[in-house]
């Protein structure tokens, strides 16, 4: 099943939602008039300050709900180390895994011999299970013999300040491959809704120097780079 990505929900007019904040934050305006004049203009205003301040807490109020579907075990459990967000990941004690439901990484996937080695080894590991669980054995230890690659489910929550922390770091070319592939249509989508929020997100490279031990040495010139980088 290929890698799907969607965004289930998010917070209405987030942008909006987070210029009010800061409008709050550094105005004498009433509750009742705080959305009052906020148009294009304010809210980029407002927003530019909070970025530039480094003023996020604002960013807290708007959310956005994605759900995943064709990643990797290996993929999520670095997704969840995240832990400013809520998940809900498809369970393996109620639910019977499928057939050939392992993703097959790219490097694994250009070599043909690698390839038919990992597919066999997949395909054997899940002959195991299915055969423990005709023997009694119950999903929730019979799934033990599945590979780290069996494909899985998740819907994650994460508020806008969140998703630049996530992306900054889940976006760099020093990440694994399939968290970025995640990540870059997290992205694209966070983009689609709510550019504003998401003019400063990616890789710390695009808006200065490299904060990684080992550094790829090539940095990207701009988010438009990031979300078009598929290495
Ligand atoms: C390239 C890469 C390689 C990695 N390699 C490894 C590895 O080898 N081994 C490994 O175990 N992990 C590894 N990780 C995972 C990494 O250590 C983090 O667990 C993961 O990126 C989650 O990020 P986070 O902790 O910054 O933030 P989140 O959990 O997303 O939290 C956001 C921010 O909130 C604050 N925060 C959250 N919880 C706390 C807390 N309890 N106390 C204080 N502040 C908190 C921190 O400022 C944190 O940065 C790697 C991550 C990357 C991107």
Not at 32 to 43: G, P, Q, S, V
Not at 77 to 92: E, F, P
Not at 150 to 172: D, K, P, Q, S
Request: glycine residues 6%; charged residues 25%.
């Amino acid at each position: 099943m290929p890698l799907v990505v969607k965004l289930a929900a998010h917070t209405t007019e987030p942008a909006r939602v987070v210029a009010a904040a800061a409008k709050l934050c550094y105005s004498a305006a009433s509750v009742n008039t705080l959305y009052e004049d906020l148009d294009e203009t304010k809210i980029r205003a407002f927003l530019k300050t909070l970025l530039d301040a480094g003023h996020l807490s604002p960013f807290e109020h708007a959310s956005f709900t994605y759900a995943i579907e064709g990643v990797s075990r290996v993929a999520t459990h670095q997704l969840v180390r995240h832990r400013i967000a809520s998940y809900s990941q498809r369970s393996q004690r109620y639910v019977t895994m499928g057939e050939s439901l392992c993703v097959v990484p790219p490097e694994v996937e250009k070599n043909p011999e690698a390839s038919r080695v990992f597919r066999e080894t997949a395909a054997r590991a899940y002959d195991a299970y299915e055969e423990m669980i005709s023997r009694g054995v119950p999903k929730e230890d019979a799934r033990f013999i599945l590979p780290h690659g069996w494909e899985t489910a998740i819907v994650v929550t994460m508020n806008a300040r969140e998703l630049l922390h996530f992306f900054g770091l889940r976006l760099c070319r020093r990440a694994q491959w399939e968290i970025r592939a995640v990540a870059r249509r997290m992205l694209a989508l966070a983009v689609e809704t709510a550019g504003e929020l998401f003019e400063k997100s990616g890789p710390p490279c695009v808006y200065g120097p490299c904060r990684e031990l080992h550094p790829c040495g090539r940095p990207f010139g701009s988010v438009a780079e990031v979300l078009g980088d598929d290495s």
